[in-house]
């Protein structure tokens, strides 16, 4: 499946139980940075966590369970010589007592790519660095590609062509590396963060790899039956299934089921409130609700926001919006099998699904305008 979509972990809850172990984490960061730039969180293995408002004296301490074999530390800091976006450097955190000291003097320009480690270890050091090499030439040639032209991709398809074509080939390039490496741990960590869990190849494709090239000592671990879990999930969302249900409650409080919607049109739309796409598509979705089906049309907007500040400062900004319902409830995006987004999902009068983003590659929602205008003939 062709796409620019940007990536976002998705979470899932595997029905199964696996031996859990506590770990006490201690993070200490760098000294005169500006911490409203960083992101940083934890991933257990089943939720991730934002460290941010943790954050006292340029320290973090956690107490937490880790269900995978690991947990992972992840934090995104921009420096003046990165061109391929804001850097991202993971530690892998272990059972027990875990440090680790971001405030060293280093001799590299991110401040979080060393740390002095105690128990926890560099993802890096641990084969994504391999990785990471095997793709640096395709990356790099995309990143620049992408930097230099995304602004032109709308009045100039050719280009757009020509981007995702380079994007299948680093695609490709990078599940070379997997498949040559397929008996280690740390090529389906890389799998399922950075393929089942975005829209690079269709969920059909991704079942057929994870089932194929992985060994079932792996497909059997905790992350291994999570993997599957996700792309199961993306899988019940596609064009022609029933729509799972779900109740929630939205921002003023009201219940929202969305069985009780049987007999109109639905409209999901995951969003988050750092994701510029999403916000932007607002408005033109709320302009063909208003020119296509209007009452017969129910939005639900679906938050993925893990921190409730700036759900709640989008939400301001946003204003209201009559018809439409918000919600800030990341369990809706695991049943779905969302991950990247913006993801808008269309369903019918009878539950079924009869639009999917991913399915039909419609970044620019001119098929989702296009349906809505014939079904209101």
Same mark, same amino acid.
């Given at each position: 499946?062709?796409?620019?979509?940007? &990536?976002?972990?998705?979470?899932?809850?595997?029905?199964?139980?696996?031996?859990?172990?506590?770990?006490?984490?201690?993070?200490?960061?760098?000294?005169?940075?500006?911490?409203?730039?960083?992101?940083?969180?934890?991933?257990?293995?089943?939720?991730?966590?934002?460290?941010?408002?943790?954050?006292?004296?340029?320290?973090?301490?956690?107490?937490?369970?880790?269900? +995978?074999?690991?947990?992972?530390? +992840?934090?995104?800091?921009?420096?003046?010589?990165?061109?391929?976006?804001?850097?991202?450097?993971?530690?892998?955190?272990?059972?027990?007592?875990?440090?680790?000291?971001?405030?060293?003097?280093?001799?590299?320009?991110?401040?979080?790519?060393?740390?002095?480690?105690?128990?926890?270890?560099?993802?890096?050091?641990?084969?994504?660095?391999?990785?990471?090499? &095997?793709?640096?030439?395709?990356?790099?040639?995309?990143?620049?590609?992408?930097?230099?032209?995304?602004?032109?991709?709308?009045?100039?398809?050719?280009?757009?062509?020509?981007?995702?074509?380079?994007?299948?080939?680093?695609?490709?390039?990078?599940?070379?590396?997997?498949?040559?490496?397929?008996?280690?741990?740390?090529?389906?960590?890389?799998?399922?963060?950075?393929?089942?869990?975005?829209?690079?190849?269709?969920?059909?494709?991704?079942?057929?790899?994870?089932?194929?090239?992985?060994?079932?000592?792996?497909?059997?671990?905790?992350?291994?039956?999570?993997?599957?879990?996700?792309?199961?999930?993306?899988?019940?969302?596609?064009?022609?299934?029933?729509?799972?249900?779900?109740?929630?409650?939205?921002?003023?409080?009201?219940?929202?089921?969305?069985?009780?919607?049987?007999?109109?049109?639905?409209?999901?739309?995951?969003?988050?409130?750092?994701?510029?796409?999403?916000?932007?598509?607002?408005?033109?979705?709320?302009?063909?609700?208003?020119?296509?089906?209007?009452?017969?049309?129910?939005?639900?907007?679906?938050?993925?926001?893990?921190?409730?500040?700036?759900?709640?400062?989008?939400?301001?900004?946003?204003?209201?919006?009559?018809?439409?319902?918000?919600?800030?409830?990341?369990?809706?995006?695991?049943?779905?099998?969302?991950?990247?987004?913006?993801?808008?999902?269309?369903?019918?009068?009878?539950?079924?699904?009869?639009?999917?983003?991913?399915?039909?590659?419609?970044?620019?929602?001119?098929?989702?305008?296009?349906?809505?205008?014939?079904?209101?003939?």
């Amino acid at each position: 499946m062709k796409t620019i979509a940007i &990536y976002l972990l998705v979470l899932i809850y595997p029905c199964l139980i696996f031996s859990q172990k506590i770990t006490n984490l201690r993070v200490i960061l760098p000294d005169n940075i500006d911490l409203s730039q960083l992101s940083i969180s934890f991933n257990n293995g089943i939720n991730t966590r934002d460290l941010q408002n943790l954050i006292n004296n340029n320290i973090i301490e956690i107490n937490d369970t880790i269900w +995978s074999r690991y947990g992972t530390l +992840s934090c995104a800091y921009p420096d003046s010589t990165s061109t391929n976006g804001i850097p991202n450097y993971d530690y892998w955190i272990t059972e027990g007592e875990n440090v680790v000291d971001f405030n060293v003097k280093s001799r590299f320009q991110n401040a979080f790519s060393q740390a002095i480690l105690e128990n926890a270890l560099s993802v890096r050091n641990e084969g994504y660095g391999r990785y990471l090499s &095997y793709i640096e030439v395709l990356n790099n040639s995309l990143s620049k590609f992408y930097l230099n032209n995304y602004s032109k991709f709308d009045s100039h398809p050719d280009l757009l062509d020509f981007f995702l074509c380079k994007q299948d080939s680093f695609t490709n390039k990078g599940l070379e590396f997997l498949r040559t490496n397929s008996n280690e741990y740390i090529s389906l960590w890389i799998f399922q963060r950075e393929y089942a869990s975005t829209r690079r190849n269709s969920a059909k494709f991704d079942l057929q790899f994870f089932s194929t090239i992985f060994p079932d000592s792996l497909k059997k671990t905790f992350i291994g039956k999570k993997t599957l879990s996700i792309i199961k999930a993306r899988m019940g969302s596609r064009i022609g299934q029933e729509a799972p249900d779900f109740t929630v409650l939205d921002s003023n409080n009201n219940v929202i089921q969305l069985y009780k919607y049987r007999g109109n049109y639905v409209l999901l739309d995951f969003w988050a409130s750092w994701c510029n796409p999403c916000m932007k598509s607002m408005p033109k979705i709320k302009m063909m609700q208003n020119q296509y089906l209007n009452d017969n049309l129910k939005v639900i907007s679906i938050s993925v926001d893990d921190n409730p500040k700036n759900y709640n400062k989008a939400l301001k900004e946003i204003g209201n919006i009559e018809d439409w319902s918000f919600v800030n409830d990341e369990s809706i995006s695991d049943v779905y099998g969302v991950s990247p987004i913006p993801q808008v999902i269309l369903i019918d009068k009878n539950g079924i699904i009869i639009y999917n983003l991913e399915d039909m590659d419609d970044y620019s929602l001119t098929q989702l305008e296009n349906l809505l205008k014939n079904l209101s003939k």
